[in-house]
Structure formats: structure tokens, C-alpha cells
Nanobody, 121 residues
Framework: QVQLVGSGGGLVQPGGSLRLSCVASGSIFSINAMGWYRQAPGKQRELVATITSGGSTNYADSVKGRFTISRDNAKRTVYLQMNSLKPEDTAVYYC???????????????WGQGTQVTVSS
């Protein structure tokens, strides 16, 4: 089995910072792209940021310049450093990873359980 476990969410004031982490575990042969999505109440899930195995990154326009995605391949972990947080960043944040298991010859997208981020004074 493969599991993604995210952590680091919480309540923060506008202008504050949070760092999310997500660890992949299980029978993993390789991890390709990793990323973060978010879903606010009443809204669709949206892309926040992605990072390839080689370190190339992509960001939603709404977070460019404020959020930074990174990964530690040895630890099978993806991070999201969130600075200058705004109330509109309030959402459940989900990590995702494209993973190939030892028992297969193809990759599949896996999702974490979600971690709540609330930006409020």
C-alpha cells in the first residue's frame, strides 16, 4: 500500500506563515511529480503548486511570490511554505504524488487526507 500523510495546517493571522509537509510511505519504486491542491468551502478543488522529480515548479497565479513548493526525494516528502497568507487562502490543502509501486509498471496519482489552513484575525 501507498500512503500520503500531510501535516502543518492550522490557524494563522493574515500576513502570517505556515509550512505544510507531506510524506509518502509504502511500497514505492519511484515518485514523479508531487503537488498541493486546495479546496475552500463551496468551491472546487484547485491547483496550488506542483514540482517535478527534477525540481521544476509550477504555481497558481494567486500564490506566486508568496508560496514556495519544495521536495526532499530521500525523505519522500513535499513541502509548501506559505508566506503573506490572506483570508482567501483558507481551505483544506491536499498533497498529491504520482507514484509507481514496485509491483506495477505504471504510475498512479495518490492523495493525502487533507490539512485545514485557516487565515483569520
Amino acid at each position: 500500500q501507498v500512503q500520503l500523510v500531510g501535516s502543518g495546517g492550522g490557524l494563522v493571522q493574515p500576513g502570517g506563515s505556515l509550512r505544510l509537509s507531506c510524506v509518502a510511505s509504502g511500497s514505492i519504486f519511484s515518485i514523479n511529480a508531487m503537488g498541493w491542491y486546495r479546496q475552500a468551502p463551496g468551491k472546487q478543488r484547485e491547483l496550488v503548486a506542483t514540482i517535478t522529480s527534477g525540481g521544476s515548479t509550477n504555481y497558481a497565479d494567486s500564490v506566486k511570490g508568496r508560496f514556495t513548493i519544495s521536495r526532499d526525494n530521500a525523505k519522500r516528502t513535499v513541502y509548501l511554505q506559505m508566506n503573506s497568507l490572506k483570508p482567501e487562502d483558507t481551505a483544506v490543502y491536499y498533497c498529491t504524488a504520482e507514484i509507481r509501486r514496485y509491483s506495477t509498471s505504471w504510475s498512479k496519482d495518490y492523495w493525502g487526507q487533507g490539512t485545514q489552513v485557516t487565515v483569520s484575525s
